[in-house]
């Protein structure tokens, strides 16, 4: 049974930092791209960040120069550190894991920014 867990969300004040973690199990990690998309109240789930299996990242313009992904396949997971942070950014956060036949989801994390 293939799990992502997403985790290290929280409340931060504008200008924080946080680092999402994303466990995933039951399947060949290093075969999956990965993504980490967000949804706000009343908004469409976005892509954020993305990862390709040999390391190529994209970034949402809204968050480049903040936000950053990486993946360690010996952990089976994939980070994604939040820098600077903005209200703009209050969302929750999913991640995903992708290829040619399958495509999973964790359940998400809450990140929610102050002012």
């Known amino acids: 049974q293939v799990q992502l867990v997403e985790s290290g969300g929280g409340l931060v004040q504008a200008g924080g930092s946080l680092r999402l973690s994303c466990a995933a199990s039951?399947?060949?990690?290093?075969?999956?791209?990965n993504g980490w998309y967000r949804q706000a109240p009343g908004k469409q789930r976005e892509l954020v960040a993305s990862?390709?299996?040999?390391?190529?990242?994209n970034y949402a313009d809204s968050v480049k120069g903040r936000f950053t992904v990486f993946r360690d396949n010996a952990q089976n997971t994939v980070y994604l550190q939040m820098n600077s942070l903005k209200p703009e950014d209050t969302a929750v956060y999913y991640c995903n894991a992708v290829n040619w036949a399958n495509d999973y989801w964790g359940q998400g994390t809450q990140v929610t920014v102050s002012s």
């Open positions: 990862i390709t299996t040999g390391g190529s990242r």
């Open positions: 039951g399947l060949i990690f290093s075969f999956y791209a």
